[in-house]
């Protein structure tokens, strides 16, 4: 009988080890009374060093924390984010949720997976990019939409997509639709996502003008969202609110006065952001 036995991990050290616990230690201050709460950038800094959260990140984060390697663990696979192997310099991300699917975001992860000869999670062979379907990407009115390394890529084409990784591919430098002037690499943007600026966040367009229509029109009608003390009877006039969602995500120019109810729960709801009364005509 046969015995298999995984072999030790070698344990961070040197300058890595130095350079790991600086920054963890700037994490950790940030979460004085609950220390635990710096898991989740715990976890993308060792990103940032391995490229993916690997055994030794794992046992780092336990050791800082007081936890299990199995907690640790628990929440490393629970988000997509984190990866548990190696990943590719790129991270190109195909939003294949429903508006994406039928605006071409189907399309365009077949036509790259075919062209990289890799599927979903999976990696090309010279390591640079590693290509997922993503359910969304929260950019719904520029469909269909491609992310690299979570900037965006606007209204996409197979063709388009393909020219994007055949350039990053070459070393070729990329520019986002929208966000920073330049794409980084997956380690350079893990470790943004722990914490730690790389001062690229004022560049370029931050909201496209489709995604300010609603706050326009919002504007333009003098319409808030409900507060605690008006929630009851609907709200008119006053400041503009500051989200679509503020705005009921309604479509810009859609009445929604029909529907109105004349007792809204508490909190109000979505209709309530017109300021209209049920008997009220647009």
Known sequence: MTTHTQAP???????????LEEDAAAILARYPEHPRSGLLPLLHLVQSEDGYVSPDGIAFCARLLGLTTAEVSAVATF???????????YTVGVCTNTLCAIMGGDAIF??????????????TPDGAITLERIECNAACD??????????????????????????????EPVR????????????????VLAGFPDGRAGEGVAAGERSLAGLRLAREKGWRAPGAD?????????????????????????????????????????????????????
């Open 176 to 191: 986002p639709t929208r966000g920073a002037s330049s794409v980084c690499t997956f380690k350079q943007m893990s470790r």
């Open 79 to 89: 988000y997509t984010q984190f990866k548990r192997h190696p990943n590719g310099t």
């Open 9 to 19: 991990y070698e344990p961070y050290e040197g300058a890595k080890l130095a350079r």
């Open 142 to 171: 520029y469909a269909p939409v491609m992310m690299v390394n979570w900037e965006f890529f606007d209204e996409q084409t197979p063709r388009s997509a393909v020219e994007v990784v055949d350039r990053l591919r070459a070393g």
């Open 230 to 282: 008006d929630a009851g009877d609907g709200a008119a006039g006053g400041e503009a609110p500051t989200s679509a969602a503020a705005q009921g995500g309604r479509a810009p120019g859609r009445d929604t006065s029909v529907d109105t109810p004349s007792q809204p729960p508490s909190g109000g709801t979505a209709d309530t952001a017109t300021g209209r009364e049920p008997s009220e005509e647009a």
């Open 110 to 123: 077949d036509e790259l997976a075919e062209h990289l000869g890799v599927g979903h999670d999976e990696t």
